[in-house]
């Protein structure tokens, strides 16, 4: 794939790391970063901060916001990283309408895990209460999906390069420090 044609999509449940990872993508593949969850209307982040989960009517009219800000900064700066949960098959189909090359990055990892990084984030309308439905909605990469699939509790900067090598995508950018980051637990 070359960099002209990145399309990349960090999924996964909320609390895996998705933001954090896509940023660092983005910034290592010098393309810009969106976040899916700027794109959820009032009602949908009124019912998430109360511990409602999203059915697929909330989710497709977002999905297709976040489909078309990703295309139109796509075609503008050849490239995009989104963090975007993903978590079915058909949301992720309907991704690649507007993006048809879109690769994911799936972060799995154990629920408990999930679930302690969860209790310590603030600030956020999703919260730990959306984790079990969540799980439950979860559809992890079929075989013929285009991505990977990565253990969320690496260091930020090992699933940066893991990413990167199964995609192969190279990187644009070398990474502002060397650091070995985690995501805070």
Known sequence: M???????VVMGVSGAGKSTLAVMLADRLDV??????????DEARDLMSRGIGLNDEHRTPWLDRVG???R???DAADGIVI??????????DRLRRYLPATKF??????PDLIAERLKGRQNHFVGQSLLESQLNVLEPLEPDE??????????LDALVDEALRKLGVAPN????????????R
């Open 83 to 92: 963090a975007c949960s993903a978590l079915r098959r058909i949301y992720r």
């Open 146 to 155: 285009p991505g990977v699939t990565l253990d969320l509790s690496e260091t």
């Open 105 to 110: 990055v799936f972060l799995n990892g154990a």
């Open 173 to 184: 950018a070398a990474p502002a420090t060397p650091t070995e980051v985690r995501i805070p």
């Open 32 to 41: 810009p970063f969106i976040e899916a969850d700027d794109y959820h209307s």
């Open 2 to 8: 070359s960099n002209r044609d990145i399309a990349l």
């Open 72 to 74: 139109e900064s796509a």
């Open 68 to 70: 078309a800000a990703a």
